[in-house]
């Protein structure tokens, strides 16, 4: 495993393993603080420079970080460089055609991004502030997203697969492992938190809604077709559960409809989730 696969496995996120890489010594930080016209990665996306030029994170698929590299060792303070679309460097254009603000900070303030990578394994929304010139006061950052997964057979198996791969923290449960009467411990629900239920036996349901739908998770959802939900609907009403509150419950879940292959449902509800949390990201 490299040290870049190593960072990403232990922080989920490219711009927290950036963040993460630069609490040390002789690592610079790159910070887009500008977007001119369309591009892929979003405003306060991260790249972490590493002594040997070698990058953590990603801005630019591939097309800038080597222009980054050099620059930043020449750079002896922040400062801002405008890259492609009216940039006064001809000799670099991006490929997009649109131009980017990018923050260049040799030395980035290391005790604050350890007090920030603190908080967010902390699970705590939280703010690193930029230097000057930056044209971005502070960049926010929110809590890698969390699944926390249950059920039983392939479709949970493949869910985890996937999850992983995507970067997500990824807490699974398995009938092997639980009680039918009890809902297993997972931790923590919080707003950065998704609970999918994949069980083809939905009396192991009952429980585990009635819990989760009483946190603050962003996401419920639970596999099953119309029989499902309406079983499901009456037996957490004759627990006391509100519409309001059942109504949170996606059924089916997914954005493809009518999967016929575990690995096409787990894909599936992975993205719809995927999905939610990165219109969180955008609002904050």
């Not at 036996?201 to 309406?230: C, P, T």
């Not at 957490?236 to 059924?251: N, Y």
Request: glycine content about 10%; charged content about 25%.
């Amino acid at each position: 495993m490299t040290l870049v696969e190593g960072l990403f496995r232990i922080c989920g996120d490219e711009d927290h393993a950036a963040l993460y890489a630069a609490c040390d010594a002789g690592v610079g930080l790159c910070t887009i603080v500008g977007i001119d016209g369309s591009f892929s990665r979003r405003l306060g996306a991260q790249l972490a420079i590493l002594p040997d030029g070698s990058v953590v994170g990603s801005l630019a698929d591939g097309c800038l970080e080597a222009q980054l590299a050099s620059d930043i060792r020449e750079a002896a303070a922040p400062k801002v460089v405008r890259y492609g679309q009216g940039s006064t460097n001809i000799d670099f254009r991006l490929p997009c055609g649109g131009g980017l603000d990018i923050l260049l900070d040799p030395q980035p303030d290391r005790e604050a991004c350890r007090q920030v990578f603190n908080s967010l394994e902390d699970r705590r929304p939280v703010s690193l502030v930029l230097p000057a010139p930056s044209l971005l006061a502070e960049r926010k950052y929110l809590p890698q997203l969390k699944i926390a997964a249950l059920g039983e057979g392939p479709e949970l198996e493949a869910f985890e697969r996937l999850g992983e791969a995507a970067g997500a923290s990824i807490e699974i449960h398995s009938t092997d492992t639980m009680s039918l009467s009890e809902c297993p411990k997972t931790g923590v629900l919080d707003q950065w938190t998704a609970v999918l239920l994949l069980f083809h036996d939905h009396e192991w349901e009952r429980a585990i809604l009635e819990d989760a739908l009483k946190s603050d998770a962003f996401y419920v959802g639970a596999q099953g077709g119309e029989n499902a939900r309406i079983a499901r609907f009456a037996s957490l009403t004759s627990s006391g559960i509100s519409e309001t509150d059942i109504a949170r419950v996606r059924s089916p879940v997914g954005l493809i409809p009518g999967c016929k292959t575990p690995s096409a449902l787990a894909l599936s509800a992975l993205a719809e989730i995927v999905g939610e949390y990165e219109r969180m990201r955008a609002r904050n």
